[in-house]
């Protein structure tokens, strides 16, 4: 197992599941993005009789392995917690693993602004009004839990991939739990200011770096991928097919811009096609459900 955490001090943002006022929201928003990072810290992690232990770097963020050697065919579960602990101060946490089983015939990787949640990325007023939106007035697509959950059915992972910083980690998982949309390990970006995260700079290669650990991680897997035409994603998720031929099923792009950029997606879709892989551009969850369904993706 291939866990990453991250060792922040406690800022005490607020944790909500209704409306809020403004001022706290800003305020929460103001807390997450002064992210007060513990770098040194030595992280102990522990499942069955694997114990592990790692150091965390300058942003608080750590990466370790963790192998049993105990059998696992008793554990059918697609999740398995790991016991985190820091040694020299006793502070604990619950890490979850995703797992998948000999079951899962496929797994998808979704984009998460504008293909899950209403963000208006193209816009820095839209993002900007978005960030300081707490869990649960944030907005997601008109069916997208349905149809995840149906993909999802309970053996197919999920794994999101997103531009969004690693600062609003628990803000999406919030929402995604508010909204009865499955989880799956989120691969966010570290938003900096110095050459090599300075911000958006390295979008396409973030995205593309993270899928491309996926696949090969998971190299018995085909994947189903999906997106929006908002920023780069029909771009990438072609790449991905020319540079992987035969491990996409498909590659879904929710229609969420003009008709000029709906003609360069247009020309993306056939050079997919080219490719061998089949790009697909859907307006909305009930037409990406449709196409699930001809592709025998859900039933």
């Given at each position: 197992?291939?866990?990453?955490?991250?060792?922040?001090?406690?800022?005490?943002?607020?944790?909500?599941?209704?409306?809020?006022?403004?001022?706290?929201?800003?305020?929460?928003?103001?807390?997450?993005?002064?992210?007060?990072?513990?770098?040194?810290?030595?992280?102990?992690?522990?499942?069955?009789?694997?114990?592990?232990?790692?150091?965390?770097?300058?942003?608080?963020?750590?990466?370790?392995?963790?192998?049993?050697?105990?059998?696992?065919?008793?554990?059918?579960?697609?999740w398995r917690e790991v016991t985190l602990t820091l040694p020299?101060?006793?502070?604990?946490?619950?890490?979850?693993?995703?797992?998948?089983?000999?079951?899962?015939?496929?797994?998808?990787?979704?984009?998460?602004?504008?293909?899950?949640?209403?963000?208006?990325?193209?816009?820095?007023?839209?993002?900007?009004?978005?960030?300081?939106?707490?869990?649960?007035?944030?907005?997601?697509?008109?069916?997208?839990?349905?149809?995840?959950?149906?993909?999802?059915?309970?053996?197919?992972?999920?794994?999101?991939?997103?531009?969004?910083?690693?600062?609003l980690y628990e803000l999406l998982h919030d929402f995604m739990?508010?909204?009865?949309?499955?989880?799956?390990?989120?691969?966010?970006?570290?938003?900096?200011?110095?050459?090599?995260?300075?911000?958006?700079?390295?979008?396409?290669?973030?995205?593309?770096?993270?899928?491309?650990?996926?696949?090969?991680?998971?190299?018995?897997?085909?994947?189903?991928?999906?997106?929006?035409?908002?920023?780069?994603?029909?771009?990438?998720?072609?790449?991905?097919?020319?540079?992987?031929?035969?491990?996409?099923r498909a590659a879904f792009i929710r229609d969420v811009t003009?008709?000029?950029?709906?003609?360069?997606?247009?020309?993306?879709?056939?050079?997919?096609?080219?490719?061998?892989?089949?790009?697909?551009?859907?307006?909305?969850?009930?037409?990406?459900?449709?196409?699930?369904?001809?592709?025998?993706?859900?039933?």
């Amino acid at each position: 197992m291939l866990l990453r955490g991250r060792v922040l001090f406690e800022k005490n943002i607020t944790r909500v599941n209704g409306a809020e006022p403004l001022w706290r929201n800003v305020l929460n928003t103001y807390r997450r993005f002064q992210s007060d990072e513990v770098a040194g810290a030595r992280v102990r992690a522990a499942w069955r009789d694997a114990v592990v232990e790692t150091v965390t770097g300058d942003e608080g963020h750590f990466q370790l392995r963790l192998e049993s050697h105990i059998a696992n065919d008793a554990l059918p579960a697609l999740w398995r917690e790991v016991t985190l602990t820091l040694p020299e101060s006793g502070a604990s946490a619950a890490a979850h693993v995703i797992v998948p089983t000999a079951d899962a015939a496929f797994a998808v990787i979704s984009d998460i602004d504008d293909t899950v949640v209403l963000t208006n990325a193209t816009s820095l007023a839209g993002m900007v009004r978005s960030v300081i939106r707490n869990a649960a007035s944030r907005l997601p697509f008109e069916g997208v839990a349905d149809l995840y959950r149906a993909l999802h059915a309970e053996r197919n992972p999920l794994f999101y991939v997103s531009s969004s910083p690693w600062n609003l980690y628990e803000l999406l998982h919030d929402f995604m739990n508010l909204n009865g949309i499955p989880h799956g390990p989120m691969f966010l970006q570290d938003w900096g200011i110095d050459e090599a995260t300075l911000l958006m700079a390295s979008h396409e290669q973030h995205k593309l770096a993270n899928i491309e650990t996926l696949l090969d991680y998971y190299p018995d897997l085909p994947f189903l991928l999906i997106g929006d035409s908002g920023q780069h994603d029909p771009e990438i998720y072609l790449r991905i097919m020319q540079s992987h031929p035969g491990r996409v099923r498909a590659a879904f792009i929710r229609d969420v811009t003009p008709d000029a950029r709906d003609q360069a997606v247009a020309r993306i879709i056939d050079e997919a096609e080219i490719a061998g892989g089949e790009m697909i551009y859907v307006r909305d969850s009930a037409s990406a459900m449709a196409h699930a369904r001809r592709l025998g993706l859900i039933s």
